[in-house]
């Protein structure tokens, strides 16, 4: 796998005349913790989709974990990807209690509980959502959680059958200040834990990327405006042109503000 996690190259989705990504290359490595900005459309939940598998594009190149999209048993491959987002919280059938949504995600599925799950496997999710301090909710129906508290077992779920890849859709999207705080808390944590998988974190919001995420990928019209180091991407410039509007961009120790100017 050559430390390569995902591997984009030239991937271009269309539907009818839209152009969803236009050729995006794109590499993340073992270790690296990426965040997605862009505005609204930009193709950012296209984009994550393609790296879940999902989606196949029009045309281009992608490698998950070392296996060519096209050429692999994409069943296989994604227990090994975790996922958290609207595109599965949309999905999960009323009347799905928390723990049975995390525990399947260590088979693949979505939803109720269908067979019977090692004592290991519940320990893994019971642990893992009282990781991400919603332990007391796992009894609860999924539908009946805030957004906030949808947000942590969403993650929990994701990390349970302890992924090498972790993609999340817009994580932060619709919290309080309180809960965005504590979700990039713990986000921060898991980013600076070295055992944990490579990250792929999407946002609208320079704001929202946690401490200790180490590259960004800014994307407008489906176009790649800048990929690399953050230190490096988070320009005024490349932020005011992927935004489509004068920005200055401040950098607060280990957390990004942007305002219009
Ligand atoms: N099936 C489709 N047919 C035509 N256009 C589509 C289709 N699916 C998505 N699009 C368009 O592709 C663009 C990218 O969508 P995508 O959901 O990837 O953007 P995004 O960056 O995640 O946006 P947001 O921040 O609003 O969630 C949007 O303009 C959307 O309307």
Known sequence: MDGRVLGLSGVTVRRGDALLLDGVDWSVLEGERWVVLGPNGAGKTTLLSVAFSQLYPTSGEVEILGEHLGRVDVFELRPLIGYAGAAIANRVEQGTPVLDLVLSAAYGYLGRFREEYGVPDLGRARALLGHWGVGDLADREFHTLSEGERKRVLIARALMSDPELLLLDEPAAGLDLGGREDLL?????????????????????????????????????????????????????????????????????????????
């Not at 704001?207 to 405006?225: C, K, N, S, Y």
Request: no cysteine.
């Open 185 to 261: 808390r713990r986000l921060g944590a898991l980013a600076r834990n070295e055992a944990a998988p490579a990250l792929v974190v999407v946002s609208h919001h320079v704001e929202e990327i946690p401490a200790g995420f180490t590259h960004g990928l800014l994307l407008r019209g489906g176009g790649v405006v800048a990929a690399g180091p953050l230190d490096e991407v988070m320009t005024a410039d490349n932020l005011s042109e992927t935004f489509g509007l004068p920005l200055k961009v401040e950098r607060d120790g280990d957390r990004w503000n942007a305002r219009a100017v």
